[in-house]
Structure formats: C-alpha cells, structure tokens
C-alpha cells in the first residue's frame, strides 16, 4: 500500500466549469476526511465519511460542492461552476478505527481562472 | 481565538541554527501531528504524537498534554529545511477530525 493517493496533483480551469478529484485512502481505512487549504491559512475541515456514510459536512461546503464514497473505499469531491475563490489545495485523509493516526495525501492544487 | 495557535509566524534563521517552532491548543486532543509543507508541494506528515518525545534525524518534537503545547525543533538547520511547518491535533471524540494551525514560514538562509 503506497499511502492515500489524490489525483490530480494539479488541475487549472476555468471559471463556470465542474471539477472532480478523486481520493483514495490506505486499504481497510473506514474513516476518510476531506481538507482545503488556502493561501496563507492551515487546512480546514471539509468533510467527514465513516464508510460510505457522509456523518459530517462543515458549513464551508456550499451548495455547489458534493462529496461522495459509494463503496465506502475511494471518494470523490466534486465543485459546479468553479469561482475563483475556489482555489485552494484540496487534501484528503485517511484513519482506521483502531489507530489515533490519520494519514495525508499530498494533496490536489486547484487554481480556478 | 483558533483553537490551534503556532509560533511564530514566519522565521528565518541562518544555516547551523537551532529552531524551535511551538504549538498551543485548548481543545481535548487524542494525538497531534507535525507537518512539512514546501512551497507549491504537497503535506508531509514529520510526526505523530500522543505523548513524549519523538526524534527523527534532525527533528525532534515533544508534547506535553497537562499543557497543551507541542514544540518542534531542528537542530543544525540546513536551506533543505525552509518549508511550511504546521502542527494539526486530533479531536479525541466525535469524529476525530483534525485541526490545523495556521503554520509557521521557515526560511533557511545559506
């Protein structure tokens, strides 16, 4: 297991488009967190799956953002009609139920234009 | 008030120096991560601790939980090390989700 993968690194598009990234975390890993971080500031929650359930979603997840995990192992974050303000670095985490650790990705750098 | 506060801010230090970077929290935490982050790059987890004393290198980190407060140090400071450094806790119920400091701007001049 090489680790929580992200894909993309990085993604440039332009303002109005959709965008997906997609997340995949450290096999038998149920817990799962979605993180953004922008310019100058620490990393901010997002999001959090236990499984394939969503159990918590912070208020900086507006509307045009939707976080899924079917199957409860990859997860995907999907913005509509990017806004410039959504540039940001987009981390995802993973933790098993057993350990206090969390593991990171390295992340997905988005610059919306 | 952030629930998680670094500092400083920014530092900058000469190549050989030792730094020291800190970490204050008031919230219940069950573990507290180091971070490295390089400019454009993505996180690095240096260090995982839930109590002591970690050491890796030319990194060391300790925490003491009566206080809430974690350092980071670096011993003989080399150019390699100028990164974003940012501590994160782990909230010790609910769903465990991280915290994260603002992080602190380390340049290493030669």
């Known amino acids: 297991d090489t680790g929580v993968s992200q894909n993309p690194r990085h993604k440039i598009t332009k303002r109005g488009q959709n965008v997906t990234f997609r997340c995949d975390p450290i096999?038998?890993?149920?817990?799962l967190y979605w993180y953004r971080q922008t310019l100058g500031q620490g990393p901010e929650f997002l999001t959090y799956f236990q499984n394939e359930a969503q159990l918590e979603k912070s208020r900086l997840l507006s509307d045009r953002f939707s976080a899924e995990r079917p199957k409860g192992s990859f997860s995907t974050l999907e913005i509509q009609r990017t806004e410039q303000g959504d540039s940001a670095m987009y981390l995802c985490?993973?933790?098993?139920?057993?350990?206090?650790?969390?593991?990171f990705g390295q992340g997905t750098r988005l610059t919306v234009v | 008030k952030n629930e998680v506060e670094q500092s400083p801010q920014n530092l900058t230090a000469q190549e050989g120096e030792f730094i020291t970077i800190n970490c204050s929290y008031s919230v219940g935490i069950s573990a507290l991560h180091w971070l490295q982050q390089h400019p454009g790059g993505g996180i690095v987890s240096l260090f995982m601790?839930?109590?002591g004393k970690k050491k890796h290198g030319r990194l060391i980190a300790t925490i003491n939980i009566q206080e809430k407060h974690s350092s980071l140090h670096i011993t003989a400071s080399h150019p390699r090390d100028s990164a974003v450094y940012i501590c994160?806790?782990?909230?010790?119920?609910?769903?465990?989700?991280?915290?994260f400091g603002t992080g602190t701007r380390l340049k290493v001049l030669a």
């Open positions: 601790l839930s109590s």
């Open positions: 994160a806790v782990r909230e010790a119920s609910g769903t465990y989700k991280y915290i």
């Open positions: 096999s038998e890993h149920n817990r």
């Open positions: 985490a993973s933790s098993s139920p057993f350990s206090v650790e969390a593991f």
